[in-house]
């Protein structure tokens, strides 16, 4: 079993930066594949990024691509996003996600290939 709580979130102007984090119980965190999800009011939940269990493979949807950076600290169970040059659009719930027994470097971007997820954290972006 593996919890996953998100701290913050919080409100941004439009060009400019915010980072979230996602923490993780138990001793598993190392042997998870995670990702970020994000749903838009109005709108389905969709995906945002993803990295391996190492930490070696990431992936990005293309509206995010080049503006977010996602990242792990397996030492501290925890996953980063880190959001650049935020558009008013970024405004969303965003939640992270894990899923156990995969194998080194591999990633998943469908939110029915993940086992666990966090309670959510809203992100406003304002223009």
């Known amino acids: 079993q593996v919890q996953l709580v998100e701290p913050g979130g919080g409100s941004a102007q439009a060009g400019g930066p915010l980072r979230l984090s996602c923490a993780a119980s138990?001793?598993?965190?190392?042997?998870?594949?995670m990702g970020w999800f994000r749903q838009a009011p109005g709108k389905e939940c969709d995906f945002a990024t993803a990295?391996?269990?190492?930490?070696?493979?990431?992936y990005y949807a293309d509206s995010v691509k080049g503006r977010f950076t996602i990242s792990r600290d397996n030492a501290k169970n925890t996953v980063y996003l880190q959001m650049n040059s935020l558009k008013p659009e970024d405004t969303a719930v965003y939640y992270c996600?894990?899923?156990?027994?995969?194998?080194?470097?591999?990633?998943?971007?469908?939110?029915?290939?993940?086992?666990?997820w966090g309670q959510g954290t809203q992100v406003t972006v304002s223009s």
């Open positions: 138990g001793r598993t965190f190392s042997r998870n594949s």
């Open positions: 996600a894990a899923r156990g027994g995969v194998d080194y470097a591999e990633i998943y971007y469908r939110k029915s290939e993940y086992d666990y």
């Open positions: 990295i391996s269990r190492s930490g070696s493979t990431t």
